[in-house]
């Protein structure tokens, strides 16, 4: 065979290195991004209490606030990096929901909730059907691989609805994605009000003259951390909205990808794609919350506390009289092995 031939073949098997080296590189400098995470958003917490809010105009209102944003944006990063997704190994999950981290249910019946692994269709909250969906294997790690599992490459292992493997966290899926959404959101409003309420300390702390300071903590630390708050602030907002948007589609950011083929697909056949999962957007936001009749109360959004997926990682809501995806055959489905194949083995 020439080499020009040879060629895409060559350009293929370096990306898929470049690819893996990056997924190791992930797996190995995760813990130190996870530490420098905990670090800066603790300095920001200190710089924060010390520096802006022994001067809030209305402390009394403003203070309660502040902690509950911090204590928020603390507690969903601790969950989203503790609270382990869901592996094909644990698809019943933890059937523990108790302790003091857990939020209390409305209502606990064994006909609701999370119990849906068996193979009826179930009338689930506002007359959703709760439908099985399909279990294949998986071609890299050779486990059961329910319906919405993918193999995450820098974990190894297939993870229940998985989305993505954080960078600055664990592989994010069905039981820590709302940790996840919620830490990003807090982090936000956090951002937010330390950029807004710390804006008059920052030109006495850049143009440093004692009488205008009035901590003890370096004022360099604090341009620097209002600075990071203002770049971090804006560019997880935007990571925010991308995910409910995301969340509101009923999709994952492996199905976003996915979909958006099948969409190409069905077009091209002449029919229109439909996704099972898709409730509406109101009511794909309550599902993946879990704030349905037999789920949680509002409140929970506004606590740092274990909440359990409405889903099992076997079971999902779908729309009414779409048992599966409208649009797509059998053999258009994609699967996580479709990107292997120049063989690497793996
Ligand atoms: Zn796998
Ligand atoms: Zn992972």
């Keep these: 065979m020439g080499l020009i031939p040879r060629l895409p073949r060559f350009v293929f098997a370096c990306f898929k290195s470049v690819e893996r080296a990056a997924d190791r590189l992930t797996g190995a400098v995760g813990p130190v991004f996870v530490a420098l995470a905990w670090f800066l958003i603790s300095v920001g917490i200190v710089y924060f209490f010390d520096v802006v809010a022994p001067k809030l105009s209305w402390p009394l209102l403003q203070l309660p606030v502040c902690i509950l944003c911090a204590a928020n944006m603390l507690g969903h990063y601790y969950l989203a990096c503790t609270v382990r997704p869901g592996t094909p190994d644990d698809m019943k999950g933890t059937g523990e929901e108790t302790g003091w981290m857990w939020a209390r249910r409305r209502k606990h019946s064994p006909d609701l909730g999370v119990a849906w692994n068996d193979s009826r269709s179930r009338v689930g909250d ?158 794909n936001l309550m599902l993946f919350f879990n704030l349905g009749p037999s789920g949680y109360s509002l409140y929970t959004l506004l606590l740092p506390l274990r909440c359990a997926p409405l889903s099992d990682g076997i079971s999902w809501p779908r729309r009414p009289g779409y048992p599966k995806h409208h649009g797509i055959g059998e053999g258009d489905e994609m699967t996580d092995v479709e990107d292997d194949e120049a063989g690497d083995g793996e």
């Design 126 to 283: 506002w007359g959703t059907t709760m439908e099985r969906g399909k279990i294949g294997r998986c071609k890299r790690c050779f486990k059961q691989k329910p319906e919405r599992a993918h193999h995450c490459k820098v974990c190894k292992t297939c993870i229940l609805k998985f989305d993505h493997h954080c960078p600055v966290s664990i592989a994010v899926g069905l039981r820590n994605e709302r940790h996840f959404v919620l830490f990003m959101a807090w982090f936000v409003i956090s951002c937010s009000c330390f950029v807004m309420l710390g804006y008059e300390y920052l030109w006495p702390a850049i143009a440093y003259q004692s009488d205008d300071w009035h901590s003890r903590l370096p004022p360099t630390g604090y341009v620097l951390i209002y600075i990071l708050a203002l770049a971090l602030g804006f560019a997880v907002s935007v990571m925010l909205f991308w995910h409910l948007y995301l969340v509101s589609s009923a999709e994952s950011t492996v199905e976003n990808y996915d979909f958006a083929r099948y969409r190409e697909v069905a077009k091209a056949r002449g029919t229109e794609f439909v996704n099972s999962y898709d409730l509406g957007r109101m009511k």
